[in-house]
């Protein structure tokens, strides 16, 4: 099984941090993190079933349980879509089929600034 698609989902900040102070000319600069997180979708099968998997994620149902599995993942994180990821999978199998596999990975990365 070959990754026939994989696209983000979903993005959001959170864990705003101080990260030190910077010194600029006479004066101080403060220094700032915070973690973002990346909601992907990735699905593996065969492919010729890469068309029909495209096709089916932007079918209206499967969309629509899309649309709700990011809403819960910018509401709670990775851990509170539970239920939303299960809606989208049942939409997604009904109209890809099961030869195709799906998952979400959470990918986070630490954003650093200076105000």
Not at 24 to 51: C, I, Q, W, Y
Not at 54 to 60: D, F, K, L, N, Y
Not at 104 to 109: G, K, L, Q, V, Y
Request: glycine share 10%; with cysteine; aromatic share 10%.
């Amino acid at each position: 099984m070959a990754e026939i698609y994989r696209r983000e989902v979903a993005v959001y900040d959170d864990s705003f941090q101080p990260d030190g102070v910077e010194a600029v000319g006479f004066g101080l600069r403060l220094k700032f993190k915070k973690l973002r997180h990346s909601l992907m979708l990735t699905v593996d099968g065969p492919e010729n079933a890469a068309n029909a998997v495209t096709g089916c994620i932007e079918q209206g149902a499967v969309a629509a349980a899309a649309t709700v599995l990011a809403s819960s993942f910018l509401g709670v994180g990775i851990a509170g879509t539970g239920a939303a990821w299960d809606a989208f999978l049942a939409q997604f199998v009904n109209c890809a089929g099961n030869q195709v596999h799906a998952k979400i990975d959470d990918h986070s990365t630490w954003i650093h600034w200076t105000s």
